[in-house]
């Protein structure tokens, strides 16, 4: 597969900034760290990346097809409701979103977007296309991943990426790896030429979620 060929590699082209060497902990609301995290997120200025959301019991991809539904992993209903829930706290936490928010095209993606916001305030990009679904075209995706990490954001807002982890762990490092960005989760990146990951915030955690089994 892409994936595991390309997380083999040092993938010195792919990084925008050193890696950090310690793995990341998601925090949640009602923790000093976490108030901190949703603190800083109220000031706006940040680009806020949502893993998709909940993934177990479903079929793994099988076709990497983007308008083949039945071939992709979908959100499960547990996902689908803390897709909801997510986009609920957002908004009682009083975290200012820009709009529309930008979601990449494979189903669980674009799924967890548009059940947390809406359909009308969701755009799909193939800048946050999965990278088992690139193909030819990775350098591209991660291109666009860079771009959208990296561009400034306008002081009282919050640019919102809804994606896949493994091409953020590929741009950032291991500080977003392994167990630090469950589904449904949001790392909290400051945007910039050097962009660095500030944390990974647990609005909507499962119980024993958080990771598939593909």
Known sequence: MIRRALLSLPFPLLL?????????????????????????LRAGGLVLFLRHADTRGEPCDRSFRVGDREGQRNISPAGRAQAEAVGRRLAELGIPLEFPVLAGPVFRARDTAEAAFGP???????????????????????????????????????RLLVGHRTPLVMIAGPAVGGRALPEGALALVEPGGDFRVLGVLELAPLPGGGFHGC
Do not use: C, F, I, K
């Not at 925008?16 to 923790?31: I, N």
């Not at 561009?151 to 919050?158: D, Y």
């Open 16 to 40: 925008a900034r050193p890696a950090a060497a310690q793995e990341l902990s998601p925090l949640r609301p009602g923790t000093g760290e976490g108030d901190a995290l949703v603190a800083r």
């Open 120 to 158: 009308a305030r969701v755009r799909v990009t193939d800048d946050l296309l999965a990278d088992d679904y690139a193909g030819g075209r990775l350098a591209a995706v991660m291109a666009g991943h860079r771009r959208l990490l990296s561009a400034p954001v306008a002081a009282g807002g919050n």
